[in-house]
C-alpha cells in the first residue's frame, strides 16, 4: 500500500517540484498540495494522508501552527519539516508542536523517503545540521545561570532505567526494541515513558528526543545499564530466554 503524502510549501515552483519528486518514488502517493497553513489544514481534513512534508515559513498561518493543528486533530499523521531554515527556535518550536521528523532542503528524496517511513514508525529524524544546531544550543546552555536551570526540568529526575530509555527512544528505538535491550516487556518500557514525559514535562516523543540531544544525552548504546549487572551494554537487543523451564534439571 502506498504512503498518502500532503505536499506543502508557499514557493509554486518548489511545491510543484517536490510533488512531481515524491510521485515518483515508489510507494509514495502525493494526494495534495498546499501554499500556506490554512491550505495544509484542510487539504489534511480532505484527504487523509499518512504524511506531510512540511515547510514552515510561509505568509499566514506558518508551518509551526499548521503542524500543531494537523497533529491535534490528526494525531496518526506524521508531519516531516522540510525547510530552509534551521533556526534553534524554530526546530524546538516545530519538533514541539509535533513534527517527528526536521529536515533541511539540502536532504535528497533517498533522505526525504527514509524520513517519511520512519515518521510513520513514530521514529525521530533530524538533518546532521540541525543536531549540531541542538547540540551548540545546549552547551550554550551549559553558561546559563543556576537560578534559570533550577526552572527547567533536570535530568537528575530521572530513575537510571528511565535515563537508559530515554537514550534509546533518542536513538530513535521502538517500544518494543527498548524493551528486548533492556530484557522488560513493552508495557514496562510505555510506563517509563509516560514517568519521564512527566517529569521532563513534554507530550510527544519528538518533544523528549529534543530534550535529551538539548541536555547531552549521547545517541550511543555505551551509556545504557546492563539490565543485570548495571555495566554498559556490549550486545545488542539480546532476546530474553523464555525456555529456562526446559533447562532445569530433572
Not at 79 to 86: D, F, G, K, S
Not at 198 to 203: D, E, G, I, N, W
Request: aromatic fraction near 2%.
Amino acid at each position: 500500500m502506498s504512503t498518502r503524502v500532503v505536499v506543502v510549501d508557499d514557493q509554486q515552483v518548489v511545491r510543484e517540484g517536490l510533488m512531481t519528486l515524491m510521485d515518483m518514488m515508489p510507494g509514495i502517493d502525493v494526494v495534495a498540495g498546499a501554499a500556506n497553513g490554512e491550505e495544509a489544514v484542510a487539504r489534511v481534513a480532505e484527504t487523509s494522508p499518512d504524511a506531510v512534508l512540511m515547510d514552515l515559513s510561509m505568509p499566514g498561518m506558518d508551518g509551526v501552527e499548521a503542524t500543531r493543528r494537523i497533529v491535534t486533530a490528526h494525531p496518526d499523521v506524521a508531519v516531516v519539516v522540510l525547510t530552509t531554515m534551521a533556526d534553534d527556535q524554530l526546530i524546538l518550536d516545530a519538533l514541539q508542536a509535533g513534527a517527528r521528523a526536521y529536515l533541511t532542503k539540502d536532504a535528497g528524496k533517498a533522505e526525504i523517503v527514509r524520513a517519511i517511513e520512519a515518521a510513520l514508525a513514530r521514529h525521530t529524524t533530524l538533518d546532521p545540521i540541525v543536531q549540531e544546531r541542538l547540540l551548540a544550543a545546549a552547551m550554550r546552555g551549559a553558561d546559563h545561570t543556576t537560578e534559570r536551570r533550577r526552572a527547567e526540568p533536570s535530568q537528575d529526575l530521572l530513575t537510571p532505567r528511565e535515563s537508559d530509555v530515554l537514550r534509546l527512544l533518542a536513538q530513535g528505538l521502538s517500544n518494543g526494541a527498548i524493551g528486548r535491550r533492556l530484557l522488560v516487556g513493552e508495557a514496562t518500557v510505555k510506563t517509563h515513558i509516560n514517568h519521564l514525559f512527566a517529569k521532563l514535562q513534554v507530550r510527544t516523543r519528538a518533544e523528549a528526543v529534543a530534550w535529551a540531544h538539548a541536555h547531552g544525552f549521547g545517541t550511543g548504546a555505551d551509556g545504557v545499564r546492563s539490565p543485570i549487572s548495571g555495566f554498559p551494554e556490549c550486545f545488542p537487543d539480546p532476546q530474553p530466554n523464555t525456555n529456562y523451564r526446559n533447562q532445569m534439571p530433572s
